[in-house]
């Protein structure tokens, strides 16, 4: 037999100089703290965007079935003239006071009488016409102030908007 050999290896010293290479415990957790935090600011933002289109979709909407109620309105005489009535069996702007259209009772229609898009039918839109006293550059004139109001059905937001109508002169 021969003799005992030492089989230990020798312990290498590391100095200065020498390269690690991979991430401490600290500076993975690190990580994910910023990584984490990163990306719960691009889901809000997200999520805070997707809500604002959703807003506007419906403001634009709002917008479109009152201006077209507005139109139709204005396109008839201030006063009744003893014309033929529109598909609405109204002649004249006054004539369109206490007018409602709510989805619970029918469909929001358009002036000849078709349904607006499935999108539409969420909303109620309701008219008062009264008489007010206007001042056009320091001349104190009658008028109609025409006021619809939108209701969106399912949360029951209201949007309100008006045109005032001044007297046509004799």
Not at 72 to 87: F, H, K, Q
Not at 113 to 142: A, C, K
């Amino acid at each position: 037999m021969g003799a005992w050999r030492n089989t230990l290896l020798p312990v290498e010293k590391y100095t200065q100089t020498d390269v690690f290479y991979g991430f401490t415990l600290i500076e993975s957790l690190l990580a994910t703290v910023v990584l984490s935090i990163s990306l719960v600011a691009i889901f809000n933002a997200i999520t805070h965007g997707q809500t604002r289109a959703y807003q506007a979709l419906h403001e634009t909407q709002v917008t479109f079935l009152a201006e077209s109620l507005i139109e139709e309105i204005m396109s008839l005489p201030y006063t009744d003239t003893g014309g033929s009535a529109n598909n609405r069996g109204f002649n004249d702007i006054s004539d369109y006071n206490g007018y409602d259209e709510e989805a619970s009772e029918g469909q929001v229609v358009d002036l000849q009488g078709n349904p607006y898009p499935e999108e539409y039918q969420t909303y109620e839109r309701h008219i008062t016409v009264t008489p007010i006293s206007l001042n056009l550059f320091g001349v104190n004139q009658n008028g109609l102030r025409v006021s619809v109001t939108v209701i969106y059905t399912s949360n029951g937001n209201t949007w309100l908007f008006t045109r005032d109508v001044p007297e046509p002169a004799p």
